[in-house]
């Protein structure tokens, strides 16, 4: 059984940045494409970035494109989302989650989460 556990949140001041990682036990990750979801309060979920399991290629939530990355490390079991010139409406609380699938199409496995907050 998959378990996501994420880390790296906080607070920080808009324009800053912040590596969210997840990190993965009871096997092995890169097997599954994995996204990052986050969701504000009051509003749905949504999906901010995603890696595939085949060949790596990456997709992004055209609001963080440019700003966010999103990496895997398959030595350390870990997946990656370096967030960068970060803005107050990034604020909300950040899940890792896997799939089975190629790519993020849906989730069968999700972390606790990780919140991130950006203000002033």
């Known amino acids: 059984q998959l378990q996501l556990v994420e880390s790296g949140g906080g607070l920080m001041h808009p324009g800053g940045s912040l590596r969210l990682s997840c990190a993965a036990s009871?096997?092995?990750?890169?097997?599954?494409?994995v996204g990052w979801v986050r969701q504000a309060p009051g509003k749905e979920r949504e999906g901010v970035a995603c890696?595939?399991?085949?060949?790596?290629?990456?997709y992004y939530k055209h609001s963080v494109k440019g700003r966010f990355t999103i990496s895997r490390d398959n030595a350390k079991n870990t997946v990656y989302l370096q967030m960068d010139s970060l803005k107050p409406e990034d604020t909300a609380l950040y899940y890792c989650?896997?799939?089975?699938?190629?790519?993020?199409?849906?989730?069968?496995?999700w972390g606790q989460g990780t919140q991130v907050t950006v203000s002033s």
């Open positions: 009871g096997s092995t990750l890169d097997s599954y494409a």
């Open positions: 989650a896997a799939s089975r699938q190629t790519v993020c199409t849906s989730y069968d496995y």
């Open positions: 890696i595939s399991s085949d060949d790596g290629s990456t």
